[in-house]
Each structure stands twice: as C-alpha cells, then as structure tokens.
C-alpha cells in the first residue's frame, strides 16, 4: 500500500488520484488495460459518483480521501451512516501523515468528543448568515420560501445593527435568531431600531412592517416552520456544538492558511430532519468561506476536498454557486449519491441540471433502473459498426449502423466496485481500486443500553 502512495506523489508526475484501472471505451476488444487517473488539475471542476446502495460509493471516499490527507489536502468528509471503518481509515491516514493536530470531528452523536463551531461567527457580509440559516428550510413552495427569507433577513440585520450600538461584539449564534423568530419577537425588533441613526434603519423598518402585515395564518406558518428549523440547531446535543458555540476554529484554521481535516458525523438514521440541517449548515458555511476567499482574488492555501456522502441529504438552495464557482478558489467537491432523481427531489430538475452540468467528471456505478441506466448509455455515445443483413431481394447485404457504445443493459449489471468514468482524462470501464482496512480501528462508544457484544457480534 505505502509503495503505491508513493508512487502516486512521485514529484516525476503531474499529480493525480489513482480511482483504480480500467479499459477505454473505444477498445471493445479490451487489450490495453490502463490506471483509471483523476488529475489534480481537474479536481476543481468537481466530481459526481451515482451508483445504488452497497457498491463501495463510501470505501472510494475512502480511497480518494486517504491520497489528498497524504498529498497535504484539507479534507472534509460528511458522512451520515455515521461509518466508523471509514472514520477509522481518517485517522490513520492522518497519523501516517504527521496530521494528527489537523483532525477534528464535528459530531451531535457523541458530543462529549467532538469539537465546537459557530457557523454563524465568521461572514463579510450579513448574507452570509442568512443563508446559512436558509440552508435548512424548506424550499417546496416559492411564495413560503421567500417569506421566510425577508423574516430572516429582517431578523439577522436588526440583530446585527443592535450589536453594532450596543457595542457588542459577541458573534451571531443560532440562538439569537431563534429567539425572534415569532411575531411578538419581530415586533419588539422593529421597537428596538427605530430611533437609531443608522443608514439601513428605514428599510428595516418598513421590512419590519410588510412582514407583520402578511396573513395571520401564512405568516403563522412561516415563522413556525423557520422556528422549527432553528429550534433544531439550538436544542439538544446538536446545541452543545453549534447552536451555542462562539468561535469557528475550522473556519479559523483554513482563512490562517492551516491544516484540517474535518470529519462531519451527521446520523441520518437516528434524527432525520436535525442531521439534514447539519450537513447543509455545513457545505453552506463552506461555500462561504470559498466565496470571501474568491471575491479577494486568493486561493486557499491548500486545496480543500469536500465529500459529501448521500448528497440529496445536503443540497439547498444556491448550492449550484458552489459547483459553478468554488474550483476558483480551490474547492473540490466530490458528491455521492444513489441517482440523480433524489436530488432533483430536493431541489427541482432546473438546480439539479445546475450541478450536473457544473461537474466536468462522473462516475456511473451499479444502477438499479432503466432510467437511471439510460443516463449513463447516453452519456457512452453511439459508434458505428457493420452490420449484415437481408434486403428485399433476399440477399444479404452490409451496411453501417448506429449503435449504443454501453447497452442498456450493462449498467445494470455492474459488480461491486464496478464504474464507468467519464472525465477529461477519457471514458473507461474499470473497477475501482481495492481499499485495504485501516490497521486502526476506532472503537465507538455503545449506545444500546444491554448489548451483549459476544452475542451481538
């Protein structure tokens, strides 16, 4: 294993992520077997894995993710199946690599060991935190979607203006936004500015108003579903982490230029809707970061590589920004996810064909299908071939005929491990490489009260 990492790092080499071997589509005859090559260079213009479940969608993120920490990479890895032979396989990377001060694992499972960050505490603009907290709200009906953005605009910017002459400098936290998010906490907003000799006051204020005029029970509406989405990042464990923190220590240690990998435990199967928030807080906060850093015509320092596992579970609103301009600054984003259907759920077919148009590399693995398959039969082309057969007259004759370079079929019935890659690299068939188990094992604390480990084992 260490002799193939070496080779991968080679200074020889234009720097690359090996994905495992394979043969190019064009060679039917599969004679010329080849290493199946991400370049770094085309890191930035982002990654798509769509594949169904049980495939090894999550021992790639292992593979791939364990080359960027060896290569130096900033990482960040949303995980919701809470993966503990993955988490394992971070940390030994991390150790092998000198990068042990670098880990930080940002999890509301087991909070007593996971670090402290206030996604709010860091922005250049007020918009920032808005959107963050955006990030988490439903986005089915349009009209609902931006009621409940003029109620958070209003809130976020009052808050802000109240600290700006109070003189308090304390950062934004979940909290505070939570705790106006009624009709009698907006009332008292609008009380509390006016009066202040502050350019932005009078727009406020008539915000302020056209908010508490909107119907009763729409408004009622908005205000609870905005409420629950706040109440969710500010009760509970999840709490302890980010809804009462005051410092950001990760997006402290990218802007000072530093090492992190970041691995985010979500827990999707043990609270739904609070680890949904969680990772869209998340990827938002870091589409933040990559903006600030784009708009000052920099780059960070060390590319950041953020994967992001059962991506229909952290897509919002304005993600597309990220795709379409976070490579600038060097984010490189690697989604997983079972189809494209799940995120068109999420956010529509026109966003969804955002991010799908914005990801210059795919990976196709097992799909279960026809949909889904004829996806990646588009994706092969058609060739042409000579075909013989009868014509009228009863005799036989060859013409050339169009046909699909990968048959319907085929995707269907790919094996674990199995893909097909289109990139700028070219267009394989290949199998993904084999990921060894970490010598290292963590061992997470048991959460079922009377589990027999002998029995359970």
């Not at 077997?33 to 969608?57: N, P, W």
């Not at 080359?67 to 890895?77: A, M, W, Y």
């Not at 808050?159 to 003189?167: D, I, S, V, Y």
Request: proline letters at 4%; a neutral charge.
């Amino acid at each position: 294993m260490e002799c193939r990492l070496k080779r991968l790092f080679s200074k020889e080499k234009e720097p690359y992520t090996l994905i495992g071997k394979g043969f190019a589509l064009s060679d039917t005859g599969k004679r010329h077997l080849h290493e199946i090559r991400f370049m770094d260079k085309y890191r930035s213009g982002h990654l798509f894995v769509f594949a169904t479940t049980q495939v090894g969608k999550t021992r790639l993120v292992e593979w791939m993710a364990e080359q960027d920490i060896k290569k130096g990479k900033n990482v960040v890895i949303i995980d919701p199946k809470v993966d503990w032979a993955l988490f394992s396989k971070i940390y030994q990377s991390c150790l092998q690599s000198g990068r042990e001060e670098d880990l930080m694992l940002l999890s509301p499972i087991f909070p007593q060991y996971s670090i402290k960050i206030n996604p709010l505490s860091h922005f250049y603009m007020p918009e920032e935190p808005i959107s963050h907290i955006m990030a988490g709200v439903p986005t089915d009906d349009e009209f609902f979607y931006n009621v409940a953005l003029d109620a958070t605009t209003f809130i976020v910017r009052c808050t802000l203006m109240l600290k700006r002459f109070k003189k308090d400098y304390s950062p934004l936290r979940f909290e505070d936004i939570a705790s106006k998010a009624s009709y009698k906490g907006i009332t008292e907003l609008k009380e509390s500015i006016l009066g202040l000799d502050d350019p932005e006051q009078p727009k406020l204020k008539v915000l302020g108003e056209q908010i508490l005029e909107s119907p009763q029970d729409y408004f009622s509406k908005v205000t609870n579903t905005l409420r629950t989405t706040l109440t969710q990042m500010t009760i509970g464990s999840i709490s302890t982490i980010i809804g009462s923190a005051e410092k950001n220590e990760f997006i402290d240690r990218i802007e000072r230029g530093k090492g992190v990998v970041l691995y985010v435990q979500t827990g999707s199967m043990l609270t739904k809707k609070t680890a949904d928030i969680l990772g869209k807080v998340v990827v938002s906060m870091i589409q933040s970061v990559s903006g600030r850093f784009y708009a000052s015509g920099l780059k960070f320092k060390h590319p950041l590589c953020l994967y992001i596992d059962e991506m229909s579970n952290c897509v919002y609103r304005g993600i597309e920004d990220a795709f379409n301009k976070g490579g600038s600054s060097g984010l490189c984003i690697t989604g997983l996810t079972q189809s494209m259907a799940d995120i068109i759920t999420e956010i529509g077919e026109d966003r969804a064909r955002k991010l799908f148009d914005n990801t210059n590399t795919k990976i196709f693995g097992r799909m279960n299908d026809i949909g889904s398959a004829k996806i990646v039969t588009d994706f092969g082309g058609v060739m042409n071939r000579h075909a013989s057969m009868f014509n009228s007259d009863g005799n036989i004759v060859a013409r050339e005929v169009e046909e699909s370079v990968i048959k319907l079929e085929e995707p269907i019935r790919l094996k674990q491990r199995e893909i097909y890659y289109f990139g700028f690299e070219g267009q394989f068939v290949g199998k993904i490489a084999p990921v060894e188990s970490s010598e290292i094992m963590v061992k997470p604390p048991k959460i079922i009260k009377g589990f027999d480990e002998e029995v359970g084992s």
